[in-house]
């Protein structure tokens, strides 16, 4: 399946499985055995040609990766095969970058994907009967976004953490039934592996202490346990022998053995996390790209109502991972599909989706089972006709924070909802910064959220929203009403205007404006600034309409908030 | 661990739940499908508007101007003595490019954006002359703004020189914010010589409600 989504894809573009953070992965290998981190030897457009996911530094001879190297070492068997087979064949392998590694880099996804719902029902076979079991494999591969990040964007690090997770527990559930060393060893092998592939991953260490614990006296032995030497530093050691090529690497790029490689980034909102958006926004929320998730959810409402062991520890993860996501600066993690740093926790709320599974198995009404199993379906189908959208369409989501409409044309767009609606309203809060019509958002005044945009003093002419009339389909809006909030941190006149124009191809054909002046009353104050725009009854293919903020004086100001709604009568 | 007897209904539960999805796939084909032809039938982008059949439609000249009053000699209503089938005619020139038409208003015009109207005019086409840089247009003016414009290029028919043409546009009226709202028609003359038009008419259609007949314009 992978093969068949990426087989009309070429090399270097925002599809191929060598692209932007995958490439940022990746290039450690190329790196090592083809470039020996020497950029003198790369091409020089190699990091513009794959998407910017590393860069390459020719003044200080650096090749800048933010990501560990964690996913490399996974992939790195498959590498070795690709350029072996490249050398047995004589086939030219390109530094790492021909088809051959691509089509590899997708193989690699598939097999630990294999292997993760491989340990992950060895796993799951403790505590469920194999119909169970299957059930929730089938949802958790099929239902959620796990389906996207292993078979179209497998070279992100969330299918091997998937893995990791997985092959954890399984060892964990060995290691606690047998109490035998080598399942400890390769527990806190999984461990180390997880943390070097994703550093948050670390907190899977709670898992070893709270798993199928009744009693606290369980939990405080499994602590003294782990803090025997041999178990301790058994898992330290892999630590450091996994994250020392690590530090050599944070020691070349930035001349520290530890650094913060996400410059600009980071977890800016652990006091105000965005929980709300996070899980339920239309941009990547993870109840509304995964709603199978709610699976989980009401099997972990089942077990700790019936008090069933793991109840509070699979609730607990998921309200950790929900802040941990919502504290990231970009909480809604760039052009992903869903939140995708749920995925590898999936492998722990496996537990809560059994027991949901268990109890609709057990005997009971054969409607609402059937309707039940119609619901569940539905949403499997869903996922997959949205995933195979996103990749044929879009990458990225262009539409706002709240912006339901954009939201249910993309579901109609993929075929889930028929017909698609007509375009009747447009948002843009700036937070998406996929939408964001400047190239560097504004944080110093924001009316909501994170972000507003100014202007850039060198262009008169900011472009805040554009769509052909056919868009609209039958019959297009007589009038639109464009609102916006403005902040003038100034008392000077800045001559700004919101500016609306109606152009057949090059052609102004209307235009109309909204001066902003009068109606700012005080400065440092926001203030909403709307106005009815009439559109002009023309049908041509080539009629546009545009909303612009006209700054001809490059003044100060900002833009947040901007809400468009169309109207098709008078 | 439940036990395996347990599950007995469960498989023909999920069979019904997949033949549930399955009705509601085809449901949803079924309704796509609908709207993709109503889509075709509607989103057709055409060059000109055409009322193809208007025997659903009760006709009413609204204006017609042969130019056969007033005085040739007063320069100030630019006739000539010459006209299709008439003795005078109107002369478009660059300091007068635009010729009498139709300016009603919406108040005046009965029904809505069901209605059409049909403009038409004859051009004389002189004898070895390149182009006739013209144009028939047909307007709604809601303050100021034409909300919609159609013109229809003169050199772009099929004119036969040294002979007066006949020239005829179709055109939807819309729905307008407006009862104030103007309808105006007119030939528009761009070139820097002369040209003559005549008998401008301006024809409305109505739609006839018929309780067993439903003519849709085709647009």
Same mark, same amino acid.
């Not at chain 1, 796990?146 to 399984?170: Q, R, T």
């Given at each position: 399946m992978t093969w068949f989504f990426h087989k009309d894809i070429g090399r270097f573009t925002d599809q191929s499985e060598i692209w932007s953070d995958r490439a940022g992965y990746y290039i450690y290998l190329p790196a090592t055995f083809f470039y020996h981190f020497d950029t003198r030897q790369i091409p020089s457009d190699l990091d513009i040609k794959t998407g910017g996911g590393f860069s390459v530094d020719t003044l200080t001879n650096k090749i800048e990766t933010k990501y560990t190297y964690g996913v490399a070492l996974m992939v790195a068997p498959f590498f070795l095969t690709a350029h072996l087979a490249s050398v047995v064949a004589g086939y030219d392998d390109e530094n790492g970058f021909s088809v051959l590694y691509h089509r590899m880099m997708n193989l690699a996804a598939v097999v630990y994907l294999?292997?993760?719902?491989?340990?992950?029902?060895?796993? $799951?076979?403790?505590?469920?009967?194999?119909?169970?079991?299957?059930?929730?494999?089938?949802?958790?591969?099929?239902? /959620? @976004?796990?389906?996207? *990040?292993?078979?179209?964007? #497998?070279?992100?690090?969330?299918? *091997?953490?998937? +893995?990791?997770?997985?092959?954890?527990?399984?060892?964990? &559930?060995?290691?606690?039934?047998?109490?035998?060393?080598?399942? +400890?060893?390769?527990?806190? =092998?999984s461990l180390a592996l997880a943390t070097l592939v994703r550093p948050t991953n670390v907190i899977l260490i709670l898992v070893y202490f709270f798993l199928d614990a009744l009693r606290w006296k369980t939990i405080s032995d499994r602590i003294k346990q782990f803090l025997q030497p041999k178990y301790i530093l058994v898992f330290l050691l892999f630590l450091f022998v996994l994250f020392f090529p690590q530090?050599?690497?944070? &020691?070349?790029?930035?001349?520290?053995?530890?650094?913060?490689?996400?410059?600009?980034?980071?977890?800016?909102? =652990?006091?105000?996390?965005?929980?709300?958006?996070?899980? +339920?926004?239309?941009?990547?929320? +993870?109840?509304?790209?995964?709603?199978?998730?709610?699976?989980?959810?009401? #099997?972990?409402?089942?077990?700790?109502?019936?008090?069933?062991?793991?109840?509070?520890?699979?609730?607990?993860f998921f309200l950790i991972v929900t802040w941990i996501c919502s504290s990231w600066k970009m909480w809604y993690f760039g052009c992903s599909y869903g939140q995708r740093p749920y995925i590898e926790y999936y492998a722990l709320f496996a537990?809560?989706?059994?027991?949901?599974?268990? /109890?609709?198995?057990?005997? #009971?009404?054969?409607?609402? &089972?059937?309707?039940?199993?119609?619901?569940?379906? =539905?949403?499997?189908?869903?996922?997959?006709?949205?995933?195979?959208?996103l990749f044929r369409f879009e990458r990225c989501y262009y539409g706002s924070t709240w912006d339901w409409d954009h939201y249910m044309r993309s579901v109609e767009r993929a075929g889930i909802l028929s017909p698609i609606r007509p375009l009747r309203t447009y948002e843009n809060d700036f937070e998406n910064l996929a939408l964001s019509p400047v190239r560097k958002p504004s944080a110093v005044y924001t009316r909501s959220g994170q972000y507003s945009i100014a202007p850039e003093? @060198?262009?008169?002419? /900011?472009?805040?929203?554009?769509?052909? $009339? /056919?868009?609209?389909?039958?019959?297009?809006?007589?009038?639109?009403?464009?609102?916006?909030?403005v902040f003038k941190p100034g008392q000077r006149p800045t001559g700004a205007s919101l500016y609306y124009t109606f152009t057949k191809d090059t052609t102004l054909l209307y235009h109309d404006c909204l001066e902003l002046d009068p109606l700012a009353k005080d400065s440092f104050t926001w203030f909403r600034a709307g106005k009815t725009f009439i559109v002009p009854d023309l049908y041509d293919s080539t009629l546009q309409i545009n909303l612009f903020l006209r700054n001809p004086e490059g003044a100060l100001l900002y833009i947040d908030d901007l809400k468009l709604k169309f109207s098709f009568g008078w | 661990m439940p036990e395996a007897n347990n599950y007995r209904n469960v498989l023909p539960a999920a069979l019904t739940g997949l033949v549930l999805l399955g009705m509601f796939i085809l449901w949803n084909d079924c309704q796509g499908r609908r709207d993709l032809r109503k889509k075709k039938e509607t989103l057709r982008v055409v060059d000109r508007e055409q009322l193809p059949d208007t025997s659903g439609y009760r006709s009413k000249q609204w204006v017609f101007y042969d130019f056969e009053w007033g005085n040739p000699a007063d320069t100030t209503l630019h006739l000539t003595l010459t006209g299709h089938n008439s003795r005078q005619s109107f002369c478009l020139k660059p300091w007068m490019p635009f010729s009498p038409g139709l300016w009603v208003q919406f108040k005046d015009l009965p029904g809505g954006d069901s209605c059409w109207i049909r403009v038409s005019g004859s051009v004389w086409a002189p004898p070895g002359s390149d182009s006739l840089p013209c144009d028939l247009v047909v307007t709604c003016n809601h303050n100021n703004l034409n909300l919609k414009y159609v013109s229809f290029p003169v050199e772009e028919a099929n004119l036969q020189r040294g002979a007066w043409n006949r020239i005829t546009l179709d055109y939807r009226i819309p729905d307008l914010p407006d009862k104030e709202d103007v309808l105006k028609a007119y030939f528009w003359y761009r070139g820097d010589g002369e040209m003559l038009v005549d008998n401008i008419r301006a024809v409305l259609f109505e739609k006839v409600a018929s309780p067993t007949r439903d003519i849709k314009p085709d647009h």
């Amino acid at each position: 399946m992978t093969w068949f989504f990426h087989k009309d894809i070429g090399r270097f573009t925002d599809q191929s499985e060598i692209w932007s953070d995958r490439a940022g992965y990746y290039i450690y290998l190329p790196a090592t055995f083809f470039y020996h981190f020497d950029t003198r030897q790369i091409p020089s457009d190699l990091d513009i040609k794959t998407g910017g996911g590393f860069s390459v530094d020719t003044l200080t001879n650096k090749i800048e990766t933010k990501y560990t190297y964690g996913v490399a070492l996974m992939v790195a068997p498959f590498f070795l095969t690709a350029h072996l087979a490249s050398v047995v064949a004589g086939y030219d392998d390109e530094n790492g970058f021909s088809v051959l590694y691509h089509r590899m880099m997708n193989l690699a996804a598939v097999v630990y994907l294999v292997a993760g719902l491989w340990f992950l029902k060895r796993f $799951l076979d403790r505590y469920f009967r194999p119909a169970v079991t299957y059930a929730v494999l089938l949802l958790i591969f099929t239902g /959620t @976004n796990l389906f996207y *990040y292993s078979l179209i964007d #497998g070279l992100m690090s969330h299918v *091997y953490s998937f +893995f990791l997770f997985a092959l954890f527990l399984w060892s964990l &559930k060995k290691f606690q039934e047998t109490d035998l060393y080598p399942w +400890f060893i390769l527990l806190a =092998l999984s461990l180390a592996l997880a943390t070097l592939v994703r550093p948050t991953n670390v907190i899977l260490i709670l898992v070893y202490f709270f798993l199928d614990a009744l009693r606290w006296k369980t939990i405080s032995d499994r602590i003294k346990q782990f803090l025997q030497p041999k178990y301790i530093l058994v898992f330290l050691l892999f630590l450091f022998v996994l994250f020392f090529p690590q530090m050599i690497y944070w &020691k070349y790029v930035s001349g520290s053995w530890l650094h913060f490689s996400y410059r600009g980034e980071g977890f800016t909102n =652990l006091a105000h996390p965005a929980v709300i958006p996070v899980l +339920f926004s239309p941009v990547n929320g +993870f109840f509304i790209y995964a709603p199978v998730a709610l699976v989980f959810i009401a #099997g972990m409402v089942y077990m700790l109502y019936k008090k069933i062991p793991n109840g509070i520890l699979a609730t607990a993860f998921f309200l950790i991972v929900t802040w941990i996501c919502s504290s990231w600066k970009m909480w809604y993690f760039g052009c992903s599909y869903g939140q995708r740093p749920y995925i590898e926790y999936y492998a722990l709320f496996a537990l809560p989706a059994g027991w949901f599974l268990t /109890t609709l198995f057990k005997p #009971g009404k054969f409607l609402p &089972k059937a309707l039940l199993f119609f619901l569940l379906f =539905l949403l499997i189908y869903g996922n997959i006709r949205m995933t195979v959208s996103l990749f044929r369409f879009e990458r990225c989501y262009y539409g706002s924070t709240w912006d339901w409409d954009h939201y249910m044309r993309s579901v109609e767009r993929a075929g889930i909802l028929s017909p698609i609606r007509p375009l009747r309203t447009y948002e843009n809060d700036f937070e998406n910064l996929a939408l964001s019509p400047v190239r560097k958002p504004s944080a110093v005044y924001t009316r909501s959220g994170q972000y507003s945009i100014a202007p850039e003093k @060198n262009n008169p002419l /900011t472009p805040l929203y554009s769509v052909p $009339l /056919t868009f609209f389909g039958d019959p297009t809006p007589k009038w639109f009403l464009a609102e916006t909030w403005v902040f003038k941190p100034g008392q000077r006149p800045t001559g700004a205007s919101l500016y609306y124009t109606f152009t057949k191809d090059t052609t102004l054909l209307y235009h109309d404006c909204l001066e902003l002046d009068p109606l700012a009353k005080d400065s440092f104050t926001w203030f909403r600034a709307g106005k009815t725009f009439i559109v002009p009854d023309l049908y041509d293919s080539t009629l546009q309409i545009n909303l612009f903020l006209r700054n001809p004086e490059g003044a100060l100001l900002y833009i947040d908030d901007l809400k468009l709604k169309f109207s098709f009568g008078w | 661990m439940p036990e395996a007897n347990n599950y007995r209904n469960v498989l023909p539960a999920a069979l019904t739940g997949l033949v549930l999805l399955g009705m509601f796939i085809l449901w949803n084909d079924c309704q796509g499908r609908r709207d993709l032809r109503k889509k075709k039938e509607t989103l057709r982008v055409v060059d000109r508007e055409q009322l193809p059949d208007t025997s659903g439609y009760r006709s009413k000249q609204w204006v017609f101007y042969d130019f056969e009053w007033g005085n040739p000699a007063d320069t100030t209503l630019h006739l000539t003595l010459t006209g299709h089938n008439s003795r005078q005619s109107f002369c478009l020139k660059p300091w007068m490019p635009f010729s009498p038409g139709l300016w009603v208003q919406f108040k005046d015009l009965p029904g809505g954006d069901s209605c059409w109207i049909r403009v038409s005019g004859s051009v004389w086409a002189p004898p070895g002359s390149d182009s006739l840089p013209c144009d028939l247009v047909v307007t709604c003016n809601h303050n100021n703004l034409n909300l919609k414009y159609v013109s229809f290029p003169v050199e772009e028919a099929n004119l036969q020189r040294g002979a007066w043409n006949r020239i005829t546009l179709d055109y939807r009226i819309p729905d307008l914010p407006d009862k104030e709202d103007v309808l105006k028609a007119y030939f528009w003359y761009r070139g820097d010589g002369e040209m003559l038009v005549d008998n401008i008419r301006a024809v409305l259609f109505e739609k006839v409600a018929s309780p067993t007949r439903d003519i849709k314009p085709d647009h």
